[in-house]
């Protein structure tokens, strides 16, 4: 066994810099996969289905979108295509200058106002085994959180075209690359500072060890670090493409927080684990810095209309 790891430790001493390029290599592959082919991954993940068939998206939410489009400037619209989504809000994924282009879904509940319910009312929600009654009190809260306004909905659709438009996913891709090649200097530095480049091989596989470890850290720290940055500049981006697009922001985030309220009061204790009582989303895991706040989301768009930038 100890003379595998030899054999395994000089092997990899020998290549290290082929071994390095490769895994950098696939852990960007890895992670930029869905964004270069989106229409056979991430579309398919996200499609809304109704009765065993896709749903179309509606001609009203197309010309939304087409309008979305249009008031950003983007300067190659076919780029850019929508899909009818399940869930609550636009969800995207795609680099635009690719062939596969980027793709959107929009929500079926984008297709409801005050006045028309339809895309809300018509679909059952399942909350802990029991379906939402839409006319109970918490059932009209969760209506009226899921209604937007035009504005509303054109910001949240600006955001995501935001965030693929100034190449999120690549940046995104890049952390894990980045951070496994920082591995490689962490341990290089390591045994150059501790004087262990000609020391025993457990010794110089604990400073390994210690290498990944940093690595991990500095993976999740920057990949959380960068997905905020992300939040708020697409935040920005969408808000300034005009002062109804701003108003339609804070209305976004106010409905979103309010929605989460409402779900943590439904869902019992795990509510309660997924959702601050303010309506921001709690992390995933320990490793994982807090999401963007909501609440800070809306403030800074809020900030962007008293500032009078928009």
């Not at 002062?243 to 409402?262: M, P, Q, T």
């Not at 019992?268 to 909501?294: C, D, R, V």
Request: aromatic share 10%; net charge positive; hydrophobic share 45%.
């Amino acid at each position: 066994m100890a003379s595998r790891f030899l054999k395994l430790a000089v092997l990899l001493q020998k290549y290290r810099t082929p071994v390095l390029i490769a895994s950098c290599g696939g852990a960007f592959a890895a992670n930029i996969f869905y964004h270069v082919l989106p229409d056979v991954s991430y579309r398919q993940l996200y499609q809304a289905w109704y009765k065993g068939e896709p749903v179309v998206l509606s001609e009203k939410l197309e010309n939304v979108f087409q309008q979305v489009l249009k008031d950003y400037g983007v300067s190659s619209p076919k780029n850019f295509s929508a899909f009818a989504s399940f869930g609550f809000h636009p969800v995207g994924a795609g680099i635009p200058w690719l062939p596969a282009g980027a793709h959107i879904g929009i929500p079926a509940n984008f297709n409801s106002t005050g006045d028309d319910l339809n895309g809300i009312v018509n679909r059952s929600i399942f909350i802990n085994g029991k379906t939402v009654d839409w006319n109970s009190k918490v059932g009209s809260s969760l209506k009226e959180a899921l209604v937007f306004s035009l504005d509303a909905q054109k910001f949240a659709i600006a955001r995501e075209v935001a965030r693929l438009q100034s190449g999120g996913p690549i940046m995104s891709a890049a952390v894990a690359p980045f951070c496994l090649g920082g591995v490689w200097v962490y341990s290089v530095v390591l045994k150059q500072v501790l004087g262990l480049h000609g020391g025993s091989v457990l010794l110089r596989g604990a400073v390994n060890i210690v290498a990944l470890g940093i690595g991990a850290i500095s993976y999740f720290l920057t990949s959380d670090a960068l997905s905020q940055w992300l939040d708020y500049s697409s935040d920005r981006q969408a808000a300034g493409v005009s002062h109804d697009y701003a108003k339609g922001g804070v209305e976004f985030y106010d409905k979103i927080l309010s929605r989460n309220r409402v779900l943590r009061s439904l869902m019992g204790q795990k509510g309660e684990m997924m959702y601050a009582p303010s309506g921001n989303l709690f992390p995933a895991h320990i490793l994982q810095l807090k999401h963007t706040p909501y609440t800070s989301r809306r403030e800074a768009v809020l900030a962007l209309l008293k500032e009078e930038k928009v």
